[in-house]
């Protein structure tokens, strides 16, 4: 075959390719089942610690607004022990020292550990930190990476994961993620599963937060909270709402003004995050209502140019399972979504993957007929990722017609990874669990909304060259499609 002829065919291979993803596709894959069948206590992936009360369960999260910050958490079985964190920037040699408190909980006839929070503060961008927790022969050590300093043209990488759970599967995905250099995790809700098993099992909180020690212990995990997660069991005692949640994991909801540990902002890299209730009370005059018109407000799109927005329901979702179900919160802030720009809004709840077009229903009038989803380029991309691999098993039943509005979807395990390469592209991958191995299956190109729409993002695309990345944009530009 002559070099003319393999142009013509990779050309239309790839006129091919980008039309059919342009188009909205359902993924013809179909998958080799895995058990959806949690891993069993006695695994070593959920292996205790040696020594007496030896720390386990170690997870840390940013601990302040704009990422000078860590709050570390951990467990201790038996005794509360210290709360104590040593850390510095030398390997096992620990200078500095921070005070943290402990807590416990009791539901229904399980009693937890004693849970620890300690935020590590005063920390300098870009630094790698070591820290130990424990004392004596059952001290635990681990480190960490700073993010860099708050810029609108800061590389970095998230993870996205949801719906996570402990079966097999749920391993698969976590192992996969940590293979692909991902530096913070945004978890979209739904941790543990501990709710499906008689009397809500505290255990199965302890077991997931061995499970995901190895990523978490290391790497901040951006939480959001979702329905498996609520633990209200008014037959059993239990009428507060995420009490193992708010016990087991802090979030730095102070530090964005927020009221409560549900919902509340960081900033991270060129990044402003934030984290929505689906569960709360979001309508207008209620406390997630007001402090979400003040966060979209302070949002500096010159300093943070990426807006990203996480929630456990999806707004836009063409399954039957759970169809429908994020239109209240919908109705209440997709107008702010549009008017602000939102990048990408990350949803969980539904066991399959799906990404929108950017669209939006705005103009909704039940008398004028203006009912359905239009393109919109200020509108964000919707993105659903509840595919962790919990025991629920997959959201196989997807919309028999795929609506316009939706641009890729499958029903598969997986994990998405966004790559902020500066301020006006993004690169990010959906990756398929296949049967044990990791598959990228969905590509997308982001032009930011904010700096994609602005004379002075084009003037200083021409006359500034951002570091590293032109050559590998254009190279991206011509083989996998752009949303702009």
């Not at 995790?185 to 302890?206: C, K, T």
């Not at 919902?263 to 207008?284: C, G, N, Q, T």
Request: neutral net charge.
């Amino acid at each position: 075959m002559g070099l003319c002829s393999s142009l013509l065919l990779l050309y239309l291979v790839l006129v091919c390719f980008v039309n059919d993803v342009l188009s909205g596709r359902t993924s013809s894959f179909t998958r080799s089942e895995w058990p959806s069948t949690d891993i069993p206590l006695d695994n070593e992936a959920f292996v205790v610690p040696d020594g007496y009360n030896a720390p386990q369960q170690v997870h840390i999260t940013q601990g302040d607004y704009d990422g000078k910050s860590v709050i570390i958490s951990w467990v201790t079985e038996s005794e509360p022990g210290t709360s104590e964190v040593w850390y510095g920037t030398v390997e096992h040699e620990f200078e500095h020292k921070a005070e943290g408190k402990n807590t416990n909980y009791t539901f229904y006839n399980y009693k937890s550990g004693y849970i620890h929070h300690c935020l590590v503060d005063g920390l300098e961008y870009n630094t790698k930190y070591y820290y130990r927790i424990g004392t004596g022969a059952t001290a635990r050590e681990f480190w960490f990476q700073t993010p860099p300093e708050i810029d609108p043209d800061a590389p970095y990488i998230f993870g996205i994961i949801g719906d996570l759970g402990q079966t097999f599967n749920s391993l698969s995905t976590l192992e996969h993620y940590m293979q692909t250099g991902g530096q913070t995790v945004l978890f979209v809700g739904d941790l543990s599963y501990a709710d499906r098993y008689e009397y809500n099992d505290g255990v199965r909180w302890d077991s997931w937060g061995r499970l995901i020690e190895k990523s978490a212990a290391y790497q901040p995990w951006i939480w959001t909270a979702g329905n498996h997660d609520i633990d209200f069991r008014p037959d059993l005692g239990e009428v507060s709402t995420f009490k193992p949640y708010m016990h087991r994991f802090a979030t730095p909801y102070v530090a964005s003004k927020s009221s409560s540990p549900l919902w509340y902002a960081v900033r991270r890299a060129s990044a402003h995050i934030i984290v929505l209730s689906s569960y709360s009370p979001f309508v207008k005059y209620t406390p997630q209502w007001f402090w979400l018109r003040r966060e979209l407000k302070r949002v500096n799109r010159e300093k943070t140019p990426w807006l990203i927005v996480l929630m456990h329901v999806p707004m836009y979702n063409s399954n039957e399972a759970h169809y429908m179900e994020g239109e209240a919160m919908r109705a209440v802030f997709e107008s702010w979504f549009v008017h602000y720009k939102v990048d990408i809004v990350f949803a969980g709840h539904v066991h399959a993957y799906e990404r929108s077009y950017r669209v939006s229903n705005i103009n909704y009038n039940i008398t004028s007929g203006n009912r359905y989803p239009v393109p919109d380029k200020s509108a964000p991309v919707y993105v659903t990722v509840g595919d962790g691999g919990n025991q629920e098993g997959l959201a196989v039943r997807f919309l028999k017609l795929q609506p316009d509005y939706s641009a890729y979807r499958e029903a598969s395990y997986g994990h998405s990874t966004l790559e902020l390469k500066n301020r006006t592209h993004a690169l990010y991958h959906w990756n398929r669990n296949d049967d044990g191995k990791h598959v990228p299956t969905d590509h997308i190109i982001f032009h930011n909304q904010y700096w994609a729409s602005n004379r002075r993002r084009r003037s200083l695309k021409k006359h500034r060259k951002f570091p590293g990345h032109a050559s590998l944009i254009a190279k991206y530009e011509e083989l996998f499609p752009v949303l702009a």
